[in-house]
């Protein structure tokens, strides 16, 4: 058992910023690698971010690497996506997942066994 809880989201600018944070109980984050999924209407679900045990590698899809960045704060037990220099086709709900995953291993292409709820991400002028 291992609850999610995303946050953060909302409508902002092209061009502005967001960050979503990824809440978890009853498990320390540090211990498994912790992903951002999006999915947008008529779009297969997109990984955006991933980032190993807490001493792992992170890495980006190709539409938005430069612009976001994936970070850990294990003193509050999350994982948080800033979202930097938006565009309309950011516009998701993004998720939250996780697997357990050894310490400095990366990110695999696999199955995530745990997923929050969902946040809404819209960007429009």
């Known amino acids: 058992q291992m609850p999610l809880v995303e946050s953060g989201g909302g409508l902002v600018q092209p061009g502005g910023s967001l960050r979503l944070s990824c809440a978890a109980s009853?498990?320390?984050?540090?211990?498994?690698?912790i992903a951002w999924f999006r999915q947008a209407p008529g779009k297969k679900r997109e990984r955006v971010s991933c980032i190993s045990s807490s001493d792992g590698i992170s890495d980006y899809a190709d539409s938005v690497k430069g612009r976001f960045t994936i970070s850990r704060d294990p003193a509050k037990n999350t994982v948080a996506l800033q979202m930097n220099s938006l565009k309309p086709e950011d516009t998701a709900v993004y998720y939250c997942a996780a697997y357990r995953a050894p310490l400095g291993s990366r990110c695999h292409q696999g199955k995530y066994d745990y997923w929050g709820q969902g946040t809404q991400v819209t960007v429009s002028s």
């Open positions: 009853g498990s320390t984050l540090d211990y498994y690698a």
